[in-house]
């Protein structure tokens, strides 16, 4: 039997893989009210094909419970925030649920950290907890480092068919470990020992966040001089070996826009071109900030109750806010002390997160003479028109071409 601890966007698609693919699972977490939706047959966030694995998973047994429970293996997968100030990691959730695991597991389980952890977390941090409690790690407790490689939007098909890297002590162990996420993974599965691990997730994530930085910055250049970003990178890519990406407005997720800070708390001195990049991308909610007040003053709008904001995930068709570009914008304009904006719509997003928040696009609309677009759903793809003669700043290249769309 397998433990997944912490049912979030991860730990959840998580077990009910491997549920779905022979293996006794039991979830759990320490939120009650979560347990509680679980265990009435629903899920807890929206997912392309999550509904249909979950009731899958329900008819093969997984069950939810608060309780850590006795097995002979458990996948940790919580969250890893990371101190604002130090830019290092902070383990504490992960700490946490490795001192529980320890109060429970009997002698010769096998603890997996899926949880995304910087170089060197597990010995800095893990081996410590697990070291205090009385045993030996190698002897009595086995520990893996299996990063997850799913991304919201796709869980499920990157669950099946994204390549896998598990991080070992022993080889023989990883190799089991390998076996246990081949049931349902169909890619490659690298075995290697846990820094490795550790650093190739931190690794995949910067290399991403710098490609996005490049294409803000570049943003910001064509604007301070009156040209096409667009059109400059829709050439430039024609080039064989050139893949310059879409420029937008900020990087959210809880991977692309906190890994990279992990290297930069560990390495302040030698990690500057991944500073930098981070940097950049955290400044393109201020930048689409300054270009909403341009948009404003050239079409005389002056009343902030006029202007609205769509979009409140942090990417295209999925309802996970955390980190969002919108957030962060929010978050500025309060520190700078900026009249809020009158609503903000999402069509993902349920949940009341943020004030003003409405839960129909007509009565979003209403009374707008602008919007700035700050997620390019589907909902909106290629159809400006559906904002009637309200301004649009799109900020993600989504709506088209019109007399009232800004890019950013």
């Not at 509904?51 to 997968?77: H, N, P, R, W």
């Not at 669950?159 to 076996?179: Q, S």
Request: overall charge negative; proline content about 5%.
């Amino acid at each position: 039997m397998i433990n997944v601890i912490g049912l979030g966007y991860i730990g959840l698609p998580t077990a009910l893989m491997f549920a779905t693919h022979g293996v006794e699972v039991v979830g759990t977490d320490y939120n009650k009210d979560l347990i509680v939706t679980l265990n009435a047959g629903k899920t807890t966030f929206k997912e392309e094909g999550l509904d249909e694995l979950f009731d899958e998973a329900l008819k093969a047994g997984i069950t939810f419970t608060t309780e850590y429970q006795c097995c002979d293996m458990y996948i940790v997968s919580v969250p890893t925030p990371y101190d604002k100030t130090t830019k290092k990691i902070d383990p504490c959730f992960v700490n946490a649920a490795v001192k529980t695991v320890m109060d429970v597991c009997p002698k010769g389980a096998t603890v997996v950290i899926e949880s995304t952890v910087s170089p060197g977390t597990i010995d800095r941090y893990v081996r410590p907890v697990v070291e205090a409690n009385g045993f030996t790690i190698g002897v009595d407790i086995n520990l893996v480092h299996a990063p997850e490689r799913i991304i919201p939007g796709n869980m499920v098909y990157e669950l099946l068919h994204n390549n896998r890297t598990i991080g070992a002590d022993d080889p023989e162990v990883g190799e089991a470990v390998k076996e246990l996420y081949a049931k349902f993974c169909q890619a490659d599965i690298a075995v290697t020992d846990i820094r490795t691990a550790e650093m190739t997730k931190v690794v995949e994530n910067t290399f991403r966040d710098i490609n996005i930085a490049f294409a803000n910055e570049l943003q910001k250049i064509c604007r301070s001089d009156g040209m096409d970003v667009h059109e400059i990178i829709r050439i430039a890519n024609k080039h064989p070996r050139v893949n310059i990406l879409s420029p937008g407005p900020g990087v959210g997720g809880h991977c692309i826009s906190v890994d990279p800070w992990f290297l930069v708390g560990d390495y302040p001195e030698i990690a500057r071109l991944i500073r930098n990049a981070r940097e950049t991308n955290d400044s393109m909610p201020d930048f689409v900030l300054s270009r909403a007040y341009e948009i404003m003053r050239e079409n005389r709008i002056s009343d902030p109750s006029k202007v609205g904001i769509y979009g409140l995930a942090y990417k295209a068709n999925v309802d996970d806010t955390r980190e969002s570009p919108t957030l962060q914008m929010l978050e500025s304009m309060e520190r700078h002390l900026c009249a809020p904006v009158s609503k903000i719509y999402d069509p993902w997003v349920e949940d009341d997160i943020v004030p003003n928040q409405v839960h129909d696009f007509d009565s979003f609309i209403d009374g707008l003479d602008m919007v700035i677009v700050m997620v390019g759903h589907s909902q909106i793809a290629n159809n400006p028109s559906l904002f009637g003669d309200v301004i649009l700043l799109d900020c993600c290249n989504v709506c088209g071409v019109g007399n009232n769309v800004y890019k950013l």
